[in-house]
């Protein structure tokens, strides 16, 4: 009986210390501060929906003229490291559904996680891996990238179709091949959205992704019905609102009916703030840590 006791003791032990090292690893994933005092938001106006909601203080004259040494063509040399170029190159990446051209920085295998950036019309694989643009946000999101052990796809999207939405699918497949323990985020700007609700309808890239991001994005009306929103994939969204090509009002009713189901999802409104507010001004550290965390 005493060695019974012994031996229930030292597998009661040996259980905690596996829980908490599981624990360990779980809560391990949150990335380092990089220019935090920059990048961060500011002012909270006013939080709703339990805090899920957050509407943050976003002015013209301040975010966009102050920070830029020429306004929205070229930030301060303060906003950017292009230390960042020595992990970055342009490749071409087969995946199941072809090839897709993608500028990346970071692990191509191994990495700690993979974040995938989508972009809108008229864009390519250079404007997610512009360093002076966009108040130096992908600069940001580079460094945090190469920092932390993970990697940073921005593709070249073919098209905003099936066919399109077929090669980010590939890609995220990929991507989860070349790093099997590691999350995979598909972040989507403004028309790169059509790709994120494409995707969502794809139930073997929905299993490979930990998250998404909206940008800027239209509102799915039909979000419930995918196999995103039955897997409760966590989303998070930003938006200016006073967005005059998608309505805020459109994606907060998406949102709201997300977190009514239980999905996991938050929202961060830019207030005065336009239809590109969100590529120049969401947090990305804070973003993609509450998506990790989920």
Known sequence: MRQSTVHCLSRLFWAAALACSMAGEAAALSLKPWKDDLFGYGTVVETSDDGALTVVDYQELRDINGRDQVPERRVKAAYVSTAVKKGQKNVTIDTPAGPIDVAMTGKGEGAAF????????GGDRRLGNNDWNFGGNFNRLKNLALQNGGVYYAPSVPSFDDKGAARISGLILTAKALSPDAPVILACASMGSFICARVARDPA????????????????GDYGKTPAFKAKLPVFFTHGDSDSVYAANDQIAVFRRLRKAGVPARFVLFQTGGHGTPVRMTDWRETLNWLFAQ
């Open 114 to 121: 993979t974040v995938i950036f989508i972009h809108g019309r």
């Open 205 to 220: 890239a929905v299993k490979s992704l930990a998250g998404m991001v909206l940008m800027g994005g239209a509102a799915d």
